[in-house]
Structure formats: structure tokens, C-alpha cells
Nanobody, 121 residues
Framework: QVQLVESGGGLVQPGGSLRLSCAAS????????MGWYRQAPGKQRELVAR???????DYADSVKGRFTISRDNAKNTVYLQMNSLKPEDTAVYYC???????????????WGQGTQVTVSS
């Protein structure tokens, strides 16, 4: 089966940096768009950034200029470099990916289990 595994979350002070990783594994034929979402307590899950297989990236206005999404297609991995972190960035961060499995005709959207990011002094 296919799974996404995130890593890199943790506690950081305001102004600090973190780098999240999300690796896809399993019988994968191809991966289209990959993305990062976040969900703060009491709030809906929101898009943070996404990136196409060709490397075109889009960002939420709240993170533009501070966060950078990238991917390594050879490793089936997407990254989120987060700089100048603010307390309002505190949330559980989830990655997702549109994956076509070996032998499948259609893509399926898979989600990771989430990783906690806490920005606090």
C-alpha cells in the first residue's frame, strides 16, 4: 500500500525555523501535485503550500516570503522550509499527494498522519 510519513515538527521560538519532510512509499507509479496543509485548534484545515510535479509552487498569503515548498521526485519526498515562524503558525501540519499506484488507472489523494508545530517562547 501507499503511505505518507511526515517528520520534522517540534517546538521552536518565534523567529525560528523548521523544516518538514514528507516521504511517500509503496507501489507508486507516479506522483502529481503534493502539498502541505495545517489545522490549528478550533479552526478548519487550510492550505499552506502546494507544488506540481514540474515544480510550480503556490502559497497561502499568510506564509508567502517565509515558507518554501520543494520536492525531490527521485525520493518521492516533499519539503516545507519554514522561516520567521510566528505563534500563529502553531498547528498540526499535514502533507498530501496525488498518487497513481502501480497498475492503477486513476490517482488517489493520500494524506500523512500529521506533525505538530508549536511556535512559542
Amino acid at each position: 500500500q501507499v503511505q505518507l510519513v511526515e517528520s520534522g515538527g517540534g517546538l521552536v521560538q518565534p523567529g525560528g525555523s523548521l523544516r518538514l519532510s514528507c516521504a511517500a512509499s509503496g507501489r507508486i507509479f507516479s506522483i502529481d501535485d503534493m502539498g502541505w496543509y495545517r489545522q490549528a485548534p478550533g479552526k478548519q484545515r487550510e492550505l499552506v503550500a502546494r507544488i506540481t510535479s514540474g515544480g510550480r509552487a503556490d502559497y497561502a498569503d499568510s506564509v508567502k516570503g517565509r515558507f518554501t515548498i520543494s520536492r525531490d521526485n527521485a525520493k518521492n519526498t516533499v519539503y516545507l522550509q519554514m522561516n520567521s515562524l510566528k505563534p500563529e503558525d502553531t498547528a498540526v501540519y499535514y502533507c498530501n499527494a496525488e498518487i497513481r499506484r502501480v497498475g492503477a488507472v486513476y490517482e488517489i489523494l493520500y494524506w500523512g498522519q500529521g506533525t505538530q508545530v508549536t511556535v512559542s517562547s
